[in-house]
């Protein structure tokens, strides 16, 4: 495994100051990420309270694992900006800083005094993202959304049905971690051009949106044909269900006539390559029922799905365990890769997940460990907004921020 980076090593956003009035997953996930490339990320959080994600899944240890995972490398700024001080110095930090993002419900920022209209007067460069569920336009943008009612209303939760035909929720947060990504290439985009012209830019991230963008041929062949054409075959699913092999499962992918070659071959089955139901893919999905238990049986017969795996692999046919989260962290191409980073944290040593761009010449990385709640107030305060110890403590005493 990884173990986090020191602050000299240079990334690609050295120099660049994130300012952030986002809490739970979308915009956390995206400010880890330019936080890994190097930005300068200034969590805004409540005094007293902080981001509701701290007190998600808390362990013995008194922190939250998701916490700690979104935040690795963050600042924490803990300021009131309901209160005019509070806003006061938010507007002030703005002002020096480069990009915004924030996921309220869409106009609740701008309510607050922080839309993009009034922070283009402050700081022309400025590149504001707003990360909501449906976006800042259309009949459901004032919808309150999470996650699953995100994936459902954008048909991925409609894709994976199981055998009784009713749809299976996912259980993880794929919208938001989506939309962070898709919100990560935007700023990244909008910097650039701000570098060229000097403007600033207001991007508008639906989580919606960017689930809907990454449907690929469901949706594609349903906007060309009407259906999905090629796909609604109850066969597919027979054919592509993970088989069993002793007491795990592999998933097998026979999508060109390449590969049902090779693995005729590696069966010792050259009848079943010449068989007129099983030449095309469209053929063997229509005739799954026939050919799922022929392949059943001979995967049971190699003993285990390691074996079948060594086989398959060998013979240039694409095979994957069906891996649990332990089978992932042990596996050699997530160690090889240190997609598992050491960082240290108030309690001790702990692992989070590493950054997924590898460069060149710069490096992305854990830059530290999750700020607890306003640990960077008095060092944002003074280094950056200019304000002195006399005027920082009255702060504090007056509750406006916390230390």
């Given at each position: 495994?990884?173990?986090?980076?020191?602050?000299?090593?240079?990334?690609?956003?050295?120099?660049?100051?994130?300012?952030?009035?986002?809490?739970?997953?979308?915009?956390?996930?995206?400010?880890?990420?330019?936080?890994?490339?190097?930005?300068?990320?200034?969590?805004?959080?409540?005094?007293?309270?902080?981001?509701?994600?701290?007190?998600?899944?808390?362990?013995?240890?008194?922190?939250?694992?998701?916490?700690?995972?979104?935040?690795?490398?963050?600042?924490?700024?803990?300021?009131?900006?309901?209160?005019?001080?509070?806003?006061?110095?938010?507007?002030?930090?703005?002002?020096?800083?480069?990009?915004?993002?924030?996921?309220?419900?869409?106009g609740s920022i701008a309510d607050l005094g922080l839309g993009y209209q009034e922070?283009?007067?402050?700081?022309?460069?400025?590149?504001?993202?707003?990360?909501?569920?449906?976006?800042?336009?259309?009949?459901?943008?004032?919808?309150?959304?999470?996650?699953?009612?995100?994936?459902?209303?954008?048909?991925?939760?409609?894709?994976?049905?199981?055998?009784?035909?009713?749809?299976?929720?996912?259980?993880?947060?794929?919208?938001?971690?989506?939309?962070?990504?898709?919100?990560?290439?935007?700023?990244?985009?909008?910097?650039?051009?701000?570098?060229?012209?000097?403007?600033?830019?207001?991007?508008?991230?639906?989580?919606?949106?960017?689930?809907?963008?990454?449907?690929?041929?469901?949706?594609?062949?349903?906007?060309?044909?009407?259906?999905?054409?090629?796909?609604?075959?109850?066969?597919?699913?027979?054919?592509?269900?993970?088989?069993?092999?002793?007491?795990?499962?592999?998933?097998?992918?026979?999508?060109?006539?390449?590969?049902?070659?090779?693995?005729?071959?590696?069966?010792?089955?050259?009848?079943?390559?010449?068989?007129?139901?099983?030449?095309?893919?469209?053929?063997?999905?229509?005739?799954?029922?026939?050919?799922?238990?022929?392949?059943?049986?001979?995967?049971?017969?190699?003993?285990?799905?390691?074996?079948?795996?060594?086989?398959?692999?060998?013979?240039?046919?694409?095979?994957?365990?069906?891996?649990?989260?332990?089978?992932?962290?042990?596996?050699?191409?997530?160690?090889?890769?240190?997609?598992?980073?050491?960082?240290?944290?108030?309690?001790?040593?702990?692992?989070?997940?590493?950054?997924?761009?590898?460069?060149?010449?710069?490096?992305?990385?854990?830059?530290?460990?999750?700020?607890?709640?306003?640990?960077?107030?008095?060092?944002?305060?003074?280094?950056?907004?200019?304000?002195?110890?006399?005027?920082?403590?009255?702060?504090?005493?007056?509750?406006?921020?916390?230390?």
């Open positions: 495994m990884g173990t986090q980076s020191s602050d000299e090593k240079p990334g690609l956003l050295d120099g660049v100051r994130v300012i952030v009035l986002s809490h739970y997953l979308a915009g956390p996930h995206c400010t880890r990420l330019l936080a890994d490339m190097g930005a300068e990320v200034i969590k805004v959080e409540n005094p007293g309270v902080g981001d509701p994600e701290r007190l998600v899944e808390i362990d013995d240890d008194g922190f939250s694992d998701t916490f700690i995972r979104y935040n690795a490398g963050k600042k924490s700024l803990a300021v009131d900006i309901r209160k005019p001080e509070g806003l006061a110095i938010t507007r002030e930090l703005i002002r020096r800083s480069h990009v915004v993002i924030e996921n309220r419900r869409p922070l283009q007067k402050l700081n022309p460069s400025i590149v504001m993202c707003s990360i909501s569920g449906y976006g800042q336009s259309g009949p459901f943008a004032q919808r309150g959304a999470y996650a699953g009612i995100i994936q459902s209303w954008a048909g991925f939760t409609g894709l994976f049905r199981g055998a009784d035909g009713a749809p299976k929720i996912m259980p993880m947060s794929l919208a938001d971690i989506n939309a962070g990504i898709h919100a990560t290439a935007a700023i990244c985009a909008a910097l650039f051009h701000c570098q060229r012209t000097g403007k600033g830019q207001f991007i508008d991230i639906s989580m919606f949106d960017c689930m809907v963008s990454i449907i690929d041929r469901p949706l594609t062949r349903h906007l060309a044909h009407g259906k999905w054409k090629g796909r609604d075959f109850a066969g597919y699913g027979l054919l592509t269900e993970p088989y069993k092999c002793g007491d795990s499962y592999i998933h097998i992918s026979l999508v060109s006539p390449a590969d049902w070659g090779r693995i005729t071959k590696a069966m010792g089955r050259p009848d079943l390559g010449q068989d007129p139901r099983f030449q095309t893919e469209e053929q063997r999905l229509q005739h799954a029922g026939h050919l799922r238990p022929i392949l059943a049986e001979w995967f049971e017969s190699l003993g285990s799905a390691e074996k079948v795996i060594e086989v398959l692999d060998g013979a240039g046919v694409p095979v994957s365990l069906v891996a649990t989260m332990k089978d992932v962290i042990k596996n050699p191409q997530f160690l090889a890769r240190q997609l598992a980073v050491e960082i240290e944290e108030p309690f001790g040593t702990t692992n989070v997940i590493g950054s997924p761009f590898k460069f060149s010449d710069t490096e992305a990385t854990v830059r530290g460990a999750a700020p607890a709640l306003g640990q960077h107030t008095r060092e944002i305060l003074e280094g950056v907004v200019g304000y002195d110890d006399s005027r920082i403590n009255q702060l504090k005493e007056r509750g406006i921020i916390g230390t």
